[in-house]
């Protein structure tokens, strides 16, 4: 199925509370994301990580978010956790994506930073070996802890990649810019984390009931679009 008329993937990231993950839960979403980087505002230990998968099992699927970590690393993690998807959101290489999935038997989203056009060309060293490629706004220079902070790219540089590609949307996404998102860059998925909340580390149970219908009726028109042409 062509990823413009798929129906669409939601992943909230970045949760640590068992009210705004029942929150997600309840919004319907696909994907649940637990962040076990120690710089970020969204870390969560072990047993926190545990209750939480706890909750969403069945419901959901966890993504377990790690930097740069090795593949016994990785495996030791999500021995414990169990989790349905590795998010790797670091440095890490082709051939480092390929042990870690050697190494824990998990589907993998390998993150890439855009800044730019030519940041794309970087999606085909991993594709065969990561399962899905979430695309995300670089980082400042002096960030602490990878990924968007909050910022869109350009999301019309999209228009280049080859439609059949499953790709996952991040980087500044909230719900008054979701839909404009889902229209241009026809992603097949979408990842959330700072459009969701009130502070850094924070999630709005508001906020993440607002964004979910907003990505659905997004999804819907375009699906609607798509079988008129």
């Known amino acids: 199925m062509d990823r413009a008329i798929a129906p669409l993937t939601i992943k909230i990231c970045g949760l640590s509370t068992p009210e705004t993950l029942h929150a997600a839960l309840d919004a319907g979403v696909e994907m649940i994301g637990l962040v076990f980087h120690p710089r ?60 870690i999935k050697a190494a824990t038997g998990l589907r993998v989203i390998k993150a890439l930073g855009v800044g730019g056009a030519h940041d794309l060309a970087a999606i085909g060293a991993y594709q065969g070996i990561a399962d899905r490629i979430l695309l995300d706004a670089k980082p400042p220079k002096d960030a602490a802890y990878p990924g968007g902070h909050g910022r869109p790219f350009d999301w019309a540089l999209l228009a280049a990649l080859d439609p059949a590609l499953a790709f996952v949307l991040s980087g500044g996404l909230d719900p008054a810019n979701v839909g404009q998102a889902v229209a241009i860059a026809k992603p097949w998925g979408i990842d959330v984390s700072s459009g969701v909340e009130s502070a850094p580390g924070v999630k709005d149970i508001g906020v993440i009931k607002d964004f979910v219908a907003a990505a659905r009726a997004a999804s819907a028109a375009a699906t609607a679009e798509a079988g008129r042409t």
């Open 40 to 99: 970020s505002p969204r870390f969560v230990s072990g047993v926190q990580a545990t209750e939480l998968a706890a909750i969403a099992r069945g419901r959901a699927e966890i993504v377990a978010l790690i930097v740069d970590r090795d593949a016994s690393e990785a495996r030791d993690l999500t021995d414990a956790l169990k989790p349905d998807w590795l998010q790797l959101h670091g440095r890490e290489t082709p051939e480092q994506v390929g042990a």
